[in-house]
């Protein structure tokens, strides 16, 4: 976890997973920098959350794969599902309900699938298309946090692969201009 720059009331804080989807943004805003997978995504953002200052709003900057064709570019989450955790079993064990689905936008836009599974397999990519657009290993988390901690939240993603095989030989090839595309979005958003 490395947060860049100081949080402020009055701006956003940036959240990113690695150093390589960060690389191109400047200095505006603070960035904070979790690690990949939902359990340093969340820790690094109650963490920071819990020591001072609360941004604005928590904007996920990442990438994403597809789970279906067509799919590229940037896209405005507006819901996200945990995808690796069994929450029918969960609730039959229990009578409660974990992992439910988060709304986080409106209107129209991609359901992201999070989960500690990079897809790099065709098998599970065909699965999670059943019921999401897109797969990350954060987003879930962050938006958790966030609405936990009182925060509006937004998810923004760039497509960086087709998930399924080779997915990651494609994320290495496409991370960097993932990185410009998320950056040229935050300069976009006017700040």
């Known amino acids: ?21 960060a ?17 340093n995504a969340a820790v690094a953002l109650a963490t920071v959350l ?5 941004p604005s709003e928590v904007i996920n900057l990442g990438t994403a794969g597809a789970l279906r064709p067509g799919w590229e570019g940037t896209h405005h989450v507006v819901q ?9 079993a969960l609730h039959a064990l229990t009578g409660r309900e974990y992992g439910a689905p988060l709304v986080i936008g409106k ?42 901690a009182g925060l509006p939240v937004r998810l923004v993603k760039h497509v960086s692969d087709q998930a399924g095989d ?5 994320w290495k090839e496409a991370v960097d201009d993932c990185a410009r595309k998320l950056a040229d979005w935050v300069v976009a958003q006017g700040w």
């Open 1 to 21: 976890m490395r947060l860049l720059g100081t949080i402020s009331p009055d701006r956003p804080l940036l959240v990113v997973a690695v150093r390589e989807e």
């Open 23 to 39: 690389a191109h943004l400047d200095d505006r805003l603070p960035v904070l920098l979790t690690g990949i997978g939902k359990v």
């Open 50 to 54: 819990a020591q001072g200052e609360k």
């Open 80 to 88: 996200v599902i945990q995808h690796d955790l069994d929450t029918a």
């Open 107 to 148: 209107g129209d836009g991609p359901v992201l699938a999070t989960g500690d599974l990079f897809v790099s397999d065709t098998d599970a990519r065909d699965r999670l298309a059943e019921h999401a657009d897109l797969v990350d290993m954060e987003g879930y988390a962050v938006a958790t946090v966030a609405h936990r």
């Open 166 to 170: 080779g997915a990651e030989h494609s």
